[in-house]
T-cell receptor, first 114, second 112 residues
Framework: DSGVTQTPKHLITATGQRVTLRCSPR?????VYWYQQSLDQGLQFLIQ???????AKGNILERFSAQQFPDLHSELNLSSLELGDSALYFC?????????????FGEGSRLTVL | GQQLNQSPQSMFIQEGEDVSMNCTSS?????WLWYKQDPGEGPVLLIA?????ELTSNGRLTAQFGTTRKDSFLNISASIPSDVGIYFC????????????FGGGTRLMVKP
């Protein structure tokens, strides 16, 4: 158990819909990262937040947005969903800025768009 | 952007065999890390390397930070069925904030 909690674990929805994925980082961790893992593909970095502020942006579509709240939990919003958005979405957390690369991953939210 | 090329993409081996995989880049990285993703779970850190030429072991796993700082290697000795999973290399550059770049992964399958 990494200490990172993601909900929901599974989500099935239709094209054009909007979903919200939720992540609670490990206790005390200030940074939250979102990654997308499509079938048979690697981990694509989407976005990072540190203590409520956006710190880095990767290959995140304009239809996607995220935020980190004062209690440090984060939400990833996916809108106007397309079939290609079906993937595993991972949240990860790390303890501080200037850290040495260890990320603690949640178990992921599997999104299926039909 | 930065890319890490990981090979092989997949391996199907017999239990007891040794495994080698590598990760290469056209860019220099200051830190190399190896993660493992068990089926149905998130990746977990196996080994972190912080200096060029560094060789670090974690049980049956040994990883090396390439001397050019553009590559890294992971070896698994005497594989067992629970080694099954996807192994990801990841690189960190000091001047790239906290952005970890991941390789595409090596899917390892072990036949008992």
């Amino acid at each position: 158990d990494s200490g990172v909690t993601q909900t929901p674990k599974h989500l099935i929805t239709a094209t054009g819909q909007r979903v919200t994925l939720r992540c609670s980082p490990r206790s005390g961790d200030l940074s939250v990262y979102w990654y997308q893992q499509s079938l048979d593909q690697g981990l694509q970095f989407l976005i990072q937040y540190y203590n409520g502020e956006e710190r880095a942006k990767g290959n995140i579509l304009e239809r996607f947005s995220a935020q980190q709240f004062p209690d440090l939990h984060s939400e990833l919003n996916l809108s106007s969903l397309e079939l290609g958005d079906s993937a595993l979405y991972f949240c990860a957390s790390s303890p501080r800025q200037g850290w040495t690369g260890e990320l603690f991953f949640g178990e992921g939210s599997r999104l299926t768009v039909l | 952007g930065q890319q890490l090329n990981q090979s092989p993409q997949s391996m199907f081996i017999q239990e007891g065999e040794d495994v080698s995989m590598n990760c290469t880049s056209s860019s220099i990285f200051n830190t190399w890390l190896w993660y493992k993703q068990d089926p149905g779970e998130g990746p977990v850190l196996l080994i972190a390397l912080y200096k060029a030429g560094e060789l670090t072991s974690n049980g049956r796993l040994t990883a090396q930070f390439g001397t050019t700082r553009k590559d890294s290697f992971l070896n698994i000795s005497a594989s067992i069925p629970s080694d099954v999973g996807i192994y990801f290399c990841a690189g960190l550059r000091n001047n790239a904030g906290n952005m970890l770049t991941f390789g595409g992964g090596t899917r390892l399958m072990v036949k008992p």
